[in-house]
C-alpha cells in the first residue's frame, strides 16, 4: 500500500512543478542559460550546468525539465532513505506539496539536485560529494552521525568552502553574508529544511511514546 502511496505522491509533485514550468526566466536562471550557450563553465554548481548543457536546449521548458524531474525524484528517493516508511510518507508529502520546493523545485537552480544528492547521501554517504559539488548549500544536509569516516566528512567541508570562496566576487560578497538575505531568500532554506526533516524521519513516533511512558 506504501508503495502505491508513494507513487502517487510523486506524480503529484512532478504535476505541481511542471504546472510552473512556463514562467518568465529568473535572472539567475537567465545566466545559467547564457553560460550554457557560451561553454561559460561556472565555478561552482558545476553540476547543474552539465546537467542543463546535456539537454541542447535553452528554452525555458527545456532548461527547466531537468530540474522538475530531479525534484520530483527526491520525493520518491525519501521514501527509500527514510526507514521509518510512514515518517517518510509524512515528509514525502511535505516535499511534494510545500510552496518552498514545489517552486525552487520547477527553477534552473542547483538547490533541488543538491537537496536530491543530499537525500540519497542521507543514506549513501559517497553522494554528499556530488551535493557538494553542485552547490555548497548542501553542506547544510549533511547526517554526519552517519558518516562511519571522519575524514571523509572533512573532506566534504573542504571541498564546500573553497566552492564557495573560490566563487566570491573580489572584496567579499556583503549581501550573501548579511543575516536579514539569508532570513529573506527562501531558496537558501531549501537544502537545510529538506536535511531537518529527514532527521526528524529517523524518529520513530511509536518508541518515543514508549519512552515516554516508562519514564512515567
Given at each position: 500500500m506504501n508503495k502505491y502511496l508513494i507513487i502517487i505522491i510523486t506524480i503529484i509533485a512532478f504535476g505541481l512543478r511542471y504546472s510552473q514550468i512556463d514562467r518568465y526566466l529568473w535572472v539567475d536562471e537567465a545566466i545559467s542559460a547564457f553560460n550554457v550557450q557560451k561553454w561559460d563553465i561556472p565555478q561552482k554548481e558545476?553540476?547543474?550546468?552539465?546537467?542543463?548543457?546535456?539537454?541542447?536546449?535553452?528554452?525555458?521548458?527545456g532548461l527547466r525539465l531537468p530540474f522538475v524531474l530531479i525534484s520530483s525524484l527526491s520525493v520518491l528517493a525519501i521514501y527509500f532513505v527514510v526507514e521509518d516508511k510512514r515518517n517518510a510518507l509524512i515528509i514525502a508529502v511535505y516535499v511534494a506539496i510545500l510552496p518552498l520546493y514545489s517552486y525552487w523545485g520547477s527553477m534552473a537552480r542547483p538547490y533541488c539536485i543538491g537537496a536530491?544528492?543530499?537525500?540519497?547521501?542521507?543514506?549513501?554517504?559517497?553522494?554528499?560529494?556530488?551535493?557538494?559539488?553542485?552547490?555548497?548549500?548542501?553542506?547544510?544536509?549533511?547526517?554526519?552521525?552517519?558518516?562511519?569516516?571522519?575524514?571523509?566528512?572533512?573532506l566534504i567541508i573542504i571541498v564546500a568552502a573553497l566552492l564557495y570562496f573560490k566563487s566570491m566576487p573580489l572584496g567579499g560578497a556583503d549581501h550573501l553574508n548579511s543575516l536579514e538575505h539569508l532570513i529573506h531568500a527562501k531558496r537558501f532554506w531549501y537544502i537545510p529544511t529538506i536535511g531537518i526533516l529527514l532527521n526528524l524521519g529517523d524518529f520513530n513516533l511509536d518508541r518515543l511514546q514508549g519512552l515516554f511512558r516508562i519514564s512515567k
Open positions: 558545476i553540476i547543474p550546468y552539465y546537467i542543463a548543457k546535456a539537454t541542447g536546449s535553452v528554452t525555458r521548458q536530491f544528492f543530499a537525500i540519497l547521501g542521507y543514506r549513501w554517504p559517497v553522494f554528499y560529494i556530488p551535493a557538494v559539488l553542485t552547490t555548497p548549500l548542501a553542506i547544510t544536509a549533511i547526517n554526519i552521525w552517519k558518516i562511519k569516516t571522519r575524514w571523509f566528512y572533512y
